[in-house]
């Protein structure tokens, strides 16, 4: 084979090795953008989800109250600022956040606010009767949503715990909290009330 010849060979060769990595079609990225990178910041786009409710059992999706669009059941319904606190049973400074957000939504009822508890990071151990009995027993009342797979977790870039996350009424992340921060309600008390007066997202005017 002259030289051309092995030349053509070398190259229909490396094609196909790189095809071999090559996505088939109809692949794409991961389902969330965040998914890949190492923390999540203010400015992106809260990663979206449906996770069941620790009493009621019952779906709760954020574009339900935040996001781009609103899920077409509930288009008439007012965008509401949404804030996550990440827990877990075993979180001591979790036990600390959690009354001081839940009398937060009570100064804030009837307005345009969403606070939920996000159960995750447990250990294999912990089953959902488990948690659903330390949440009965230390009287939380805010909803809980749970995250038994750790999907979300992942999505959120939660490495530990507490963390609180701030979505403003168009589903940007406003505000990260990792750990529990002393007097954290000053500042988060005055930063949902900036967002509730939010009409249009940040930036578009």
């Not at 109809?26 to 979206?48: H, K, M, N, V």
């Not at 606010?113 to 939380?140: C, G, H, P, Q, W």
Request: aromatic letters at 8%; proline letters at 6%; glycine letters at 6%.
């Amino acid at each position: 084979m002259n030289r051309i010849g092995v030349l053509l060979v070398t190259v229909l060769m490396s094609a196909a090795a790189a095809g071999s990595v090559i996505p088939r079609q109809g692949d794409g990225p991961a389902p969330f953008a965040q998914s890949r990178r190492d923390s999540l910041r203010i400015g992106d786009e809260a990663p979206p989800f449906v996770m069941r409710d620790l009493v009621t059992d019952e779906a709760n999706y954020l574009r339900d109250f935040t996001g781009r669009t609103l899920r077409e059941v509930w288009k008439k319904k007012d965008r509401q600022v949404v804030v996550l606190s990440f827990w877990a049973t075993w979180c001591q400074p979790c036990k600390i956040e959690i009354p001081i957000l839940t009398r937060m939504a009570d100064e804030f009822k009837n307005q345009p606010l969403k606070i939920f508890l996000v159960n995750t990071m447990e250990d294999s151990n912990t089953t959902e009767d488990t948690v659903r009995i330390a949440y009965r027993a230390r009287n939380y009342t805010l909803p809980c949503l749970i995250d038994p797979s750790g999907r979300f977790q992942n999505l959120y870039t939660v490495r530990g715990l507490p963390m609180l996350v701030v979505i403003d009424k168009f589903g940007i992340v406003r505000k990260v909290n990792r750990g529990y921060h002393e007097n954290f309600d000053i500042e988060l008390k005055a930063l949902i009330r900036t967002l509730m007066k939010e009409e249009v997202p940040a930036g578009s005017k």
